[in-house]
């Protein structure tokens, strides 16, 4: 009689980390990390003894000294006696500045533009072509240098305005001015770190306001809740955007009027514009030249996305009898969007990093502030790099944090 038994195990050698593929592919990238790890550690040692060599070890003590330059374009107060920490901090606010602007900007600008590349009218179709092969196939450090050119040479000087009624909106050689919001009745404005370098302040009277529109988007949120709980049980919906918008817009109102909100015009006095916001051309250059050619990616992303879907899915809107333009913001756009986000995410690190070309036309953002001049007056080199560096690292995974969170929002949900 044959008694079956299991074969013997076969006790663990070192040979079979190399001959065995089930150990094989670990042992591969044990050691590949651990040649990473003592190459990193080489370059870190190497370059702290050539620092250490050179009488510059590793220090951040500069970012409290005064910077001794000025900012021409700034959120917050500045002057020359403040330090390069605060001149970074008004450099990574323009950057923040640009980016936002641009952004919204370009995607309004690209979704525009990617569906009338989709138009049945010809001339139409053919004008949205040559605009995203003409600005897709041109650097745009050359985009930002020619906007800055144009609205030097073709924008009056501000002696032009002299004995001329001015309007809401100036436009200078200079720059841009519009009205600034003003209070008769102001709240002041909230101190943060006062009498530290880095000191702030934040108007209480723009806090006011935004808790309004805040409290008002709730409740908009829950009267659109319920509107969607009638809905389901009995299959009308009813109206809602006139309280929607009564709930939104009302409160913002009364904190307007109870606060005494008008608004100061930019006056002509001397040989420049006093008064209202003041935005110099190289922001606006920027601003332009960046929403103009990210938009032209962006308007490919989009008609990607609306190719994407299925003519049945038209067909069948239409069917229905919804409009042409009911049928593209209600059922085309909405679908496409899981196609649209993915893409558009790089397009809005793209913006951001591309603002850093802002030191072509003199806007102070924060490559021109902490890896511009104060780089050049310190000589810190490596620490004003890795500084800017893990900056814009910081926003560019915040940007995709957001856009991630809005991309799971949206996508179709499996059954």
């Known amino acids: 009689m044959t008694t079956l038994t299991d074969p013997p195990k076969e006790s663990f050698r070192l040979s079979m980390l190399i001959y065995d593929t089930r150990y094989r592919s670990m042992t ?22 050539n620092l250490h060599d050179l009488g510059k070890e590793p220090s951040f003590s500069f970012l409290a000294d005064p910077a ?42 690209g979704v525009f533009i990617g569906v009338a590349r989709l138009s ?53 050689n200079r720059g841009v001015y519009v009205p600034e919001p003003l209070f008769t009745n102001s709240l002041g404005n909230l101190h ?20 309004a529109l805040a409290g008002g988007l709730i409740a908009r949120h829950f009267i659109n809740a319920r509107a969607h709980r009638i809905q389901n049980v009995t299959g ?61 990616f962006i308007a490919e992303n989009v008609r990607a996305g609306i190719l994407a879907i299925s003519k049945g899915q038209t067909e069948a809107a239409s069917a229905l009898g919804l409009r042409p333009k009911r049928v593209m913001s209600l059922v085309i756009l909405p679908q496409a969007l899981r196609v649209i986000i993915p893409p558009l995410i790089s397009q809005y690190l793209n913006l951001t990093k591309n603002s850093s070309l802002a030191i072509a036309v003199g806007y102070m953002d924060l490559t021109g502030t902490l890896m511009g001049i104060t780089l050049n007056q310190t000589g810190r080199e490596l620490e004003t790099v890795l500084i800017g560096m893990l900056i814009y690292l910081t926003i560019s995974l915040s940007i995709s944090a957001v856009m991630n969170w809005y991309n799971n929002r949206v996508k179709l949900v499996e059954r």
């Open 236 to 296: 009308k919906r009813p109206k809602t955007w006139h309280i929607n918008m009564a709930v939104v817009v009302l409160p913002v109102v009364a904190v307007l009027v109870a606060l005494g909100f008008y608004l100061g015009y930019p006056q002509l006095k001397g040989f420049n514009f006093q008064g209202g916001i003041y935005m110099r051309n190289s922001l606006i250059a920027l601003w332009l030249a960046l929403s103009l050619y990210t938009a032209a």
């Open 28 to 49: 591969i990238q044990v050691v590949a990390m651990l040649g990473f790890m003592l190459l990193f550690a080489w370059l870190i040692n190497n370059t702290a003894q």
């Open 192 to 211: 943060f770190f006062a009498g530290s370098p880095a000191r702030f302040d934040v108007s209480l009277d723009l806090i006011a306001v935004l808790i």
């Open 68 to 109: 001794g330059y000025d900012i021409n374009q700034r959120l917050i107060d500045y002057d020359s006696q403040s330090t390069h920490l605060r001149a970074a901090v008004i450099g990574f606010l323009n950057t923040i500045l640009v980016a936002v602007m641009g952004c919204i900007t370009a995607t309004v600008l």
């Open 120 to 172: 049945k009218n010809w001339l139409i179709a053919r004008i949205m072509t040559i605009y995203v092969e003409t600005f897709r196939n041109v650097p745009v450090l050359l985009w930002i240098v020619f906007t800055m050119a144009i609205l030097i040479e073709t924008l009056p000087a501000p002696r032009a305005y002299k004995g001329v009624e001015t309007g809401a909106l100036v436009l200078t």
